[in-house]
C-alpha cells in the first residue's frame, strides 16, 4: 500500500486490482476505450508499467483505477483513470492522479495522455498542451472488422 486518503487507500499492487470491476466500470462507464474487447484489456493490464488502485479502507471496494504505460527511463503515457460517482467530489481524483505521476518511480518523467474532460485537474500536475514543436500524432487507424 502507498498511503491512505481520507477513507481511502491507494495501492500500486496490481495483484489488489479488481480486474473484473475495472473492466466493468471501462467497458459500460468510460468514453474512452470503447472498442477494447475483455482480452485487449487483459492484455494491457498484463503488460502495464504501472497501476494504482484506489480502495474503501472499510471495505476494500476498488472505487478508482489509472494505468501507465512507460519505456520505464523517460518517458509515460497516462491511461484509464477514474473514479467511481459514490466517491467523488472528496479530492480522491486529484490524489490518484498525484500517486501515479508524482509518487513513484516515474516522478521526472516526461508524461502525456488524451482526455476529452478534466483538462484542469491535468494541469495541476504539469500537462499541458505539447509546446516544443516536436509532438506528433496518428489518430487511431480502426480495424475492419
Sequence with gaps: ???TFGAYELDDDPDRIDRDAVWDFLSTEAYWGRERVRADFDAQLASA???VGAYETAT???VGFARAISDGVAFAYLSDVYVLPIARGAGLGKELVATIVDRGP???FRWS???SDAHGLYRQY???E???GRYLERPPQYRAG
Design 1 to 3: 500500500m502507498i498511503g
Design 49 to 51: 508499467w504501472r497501476l
Design 60 to 62: 476494500g471496494r476498488q
Design 106 to 108: 516515474g516522478a521526472g
Design 113 to 115: 495522455l488524451h482526455t
Design 126 to 128: 504539469g500537462f499541458t
Design 130 to 132: 505539447p509546446d516544443d
